[in-house]
């Protein structure tokens, strides 16, 4: 009866699926989003139906608030907490998918930038903390992509300062 009910179950979760990805070709935040290493199709499909319109955020930092990827603050008066852990007031959906795709990165190796930021924050933080700032980074990554609406590219951060440098040449 038991063995019924998965097969059963299976073939639903199957047609749901293809369901899906059917209705995801009208979506181009989904191709966008599944270049970024470490966030398969599925992970795409979770991200863009909660992040919904990037629009709607003015900034990155709005996106990381809304996932609840940002600390919390803990201050009263002279006092400064130290220990601050972040304020999951988001969608817990989301910060599922970042951590999947987090932990992708981190043991596969996918981004080697990521990868060794990752490594950088372990020296100082717990690995709970750096596996959050990897988190943090591939909201930031996804905002920019959805927002720019192009394709991922994996650049290093010399690279990056040289392009910004030669646009703030190009500006002036």
Known sequence: MYATNLKHINEQIKQLEAKIDSLSIHIPAIDLL???PGIGKKLAHILASEIGDINRFNN????????????????????NGTKNRITK??????RKALYIA??????QGVNSVLLSYYQQKVQTKAKKQALGAIMNKLI?????????????????????????????????
């Open 102 to 107: 987090a932990t992708v990165v981190i043991r």
């Open 34 to 36: 599944a270049t970024i």
């Open 60 to 79: 990155a930092k709005q996106l990381v608030a809304y996932c609840g990827i940002d600390p919390s603050v803990k201050q009263s008066g002279n006092f």
């Open 140 to 172: 930031r990554i996804i905002y920019s992509v959805l927002k720019n609406e192009k394709p991922f590219e994996l650049i290093t951060p010399e690279e990056q300062e040289k392009r910004y440098k030669n646009a703030l040449k190009l500006a002036s």
């Open 89 to 94: 007031r988001g969608s817990p959906f989301i």
